[in-house]
């Protein structure tokens, strides 16, 4: 239901983002609006409260945003609310945002490498993720894990490649234990 629920206002706000012509205009004021959200976990609290009546919630949502974004992306808020889904109105701006990057050839990379990578290697990680997978531009994540020893991890969407020393380590131990398994059998 959530993933339904995501999909249609998501789809409703792209599409009415396209023919208006202002596609980055809501998909900046999206991002600022998930940003808001994130940043205020009571609104969450107060848009479930089942004591508090929805008109008093619309009017909530209208007196937050009226005026800091369009009237198109608080329309569409005011409906979420209306309809007694704003527990799904963060998966529903993902959605939106996950529909302007496949517009726009946008990846989204999430780069985890041993040690903290300088400006220079995150730029050539960058340069060469455009060379090889075909988006015109990434959005890049970094994250640090010591554990991986060496190397990097790079997830884009569903696909991963696990370059770490880590995973390497792991491969060769069962690649021995392989050969150790066989070299017992053929001694029986």
Same mark, same amino acid.
């Given at each position: 239901?959530?993933?339904?629920? +995501? !999909?249609?206002? =998501?789809?409703?706000?792209?599409? *009415?983002?396209? @023919?208006?012509? $202002?596609?980055?205009?809501?998909? @900046? ?7 808001? /959200?994130?940043?205020? $976990? ?11 009546? &929805?008109?008093? &919630?619309? &009017? ?14 608080? =329309?569409?808020?005011?409906?979420? *609310?209306? !309809? ?7 998966? *529903?701006?993902?959605?939106?945002? +996950?529909?302007?990057?496949?517009? !726009? ?9 041993? /040690?903290? #990578?300088?400006?220079?290697? &995150? ?15 990434? @959005? /890049? ?8 020893? =060496? ?17 390497? #380590? ?5 690649? #021995? +234990? ?11």
């Amino acid at each position: 239901m959530a993933k339904l629920v +995501s !999909k249609t206002y =998501g789809d409703a706000l792209f599409e *009415v983002a396209i @023919e208006s012509g $202002q596609l980055d205009a809501y998909w @900046e004021e999206a991002r600022a609006v998930r940003n808001a /959200m994130a940043e205020n $976990q009571e609104l969450f609290k107060l848009m479930g409260h089942p004591k508090i009546v &929805k008109e008093e &919630k619309v &009017k909530i949502i209208e007196d937050i945003f009226a005026g800091k974004v369009s009237g198109e992306l608080v =329309g569409l808020l005011r409906m979420i *609310v209306e !309809k007694g889904h704003f527990g799904e109105a963060d998966a *529903v701006l993902d959605y939106f945002d +996950s529909r302007v990057k496949e517009y !726009k050839n946008i990846g989204t990379a999430y780069v985890t490498s041993a /040690m903290e #990578l300088s400006d220079a290697q &995150k730029a050539a990680v960058e340069k060469r993720l455009l060379e090889t997978a075909g988006y015109v531009k990434f @959005e /890049m994540h970094y994250a640090v894990d010591a554990a991986l020893i =060496g190397g990097m991890v790079i997830r884009i969407g569903d696909r991963v490649v696990d370059s770490s020393v880590r995973t390497k #380590l792991y491969d060769l131990t069962r690649e #021995l +234990s392989k050969i150790q398994l066989k070299a017992g059998e053929c001694a029986s």
